[in-house]
């Protein structure tokens, strides 16, 4: 009896760990529901605002430099392609973020 409690524990984790895990999975899981369709939708909203508002606020920025100080620069036009630019590098780095999270779940799942 002994000997077959042995195998079993040094074949593997026992049973109060698998437990653990599942449970552990369990809750990631439930945590993670949220990431359907309406997650999908959300970061994708997220994005295409933070690039339209960036470049908004860049146009504004530039129309307000072209009506102070007039000169041979359209500062509408190079503000326009700053703010564009600075909305989708913060696009990229919340993509980015979201997608490195998304492995790490899938790489404790592996290990589970």
Known sequence: MAGSNNDKGSKGKGLPEKVGR??????RARRTR?????FG?????????????TTVIG????????RTWPGPISWTLTMLFIGLIVGCLN?????????????EYAEEEEND
């Open 34 to 38: 949220d990431k359907s369709v309406w």
């Open 59 to 66: 146009v504004v920025i530039g129309l307000w430099i072209d």
């Open 91 to 103: 696009a990229w780095y919340w993509v980015s973020r979201e997608s490195r999270l998304d492995e």
């Open 41 to 53: 939708l959300g970061m994708f909203g997220m994005v295409g605002w933070t690039v339209a508002a």
């Open 22 to 27: 599942k449970a552990s999975r369990r809750i």
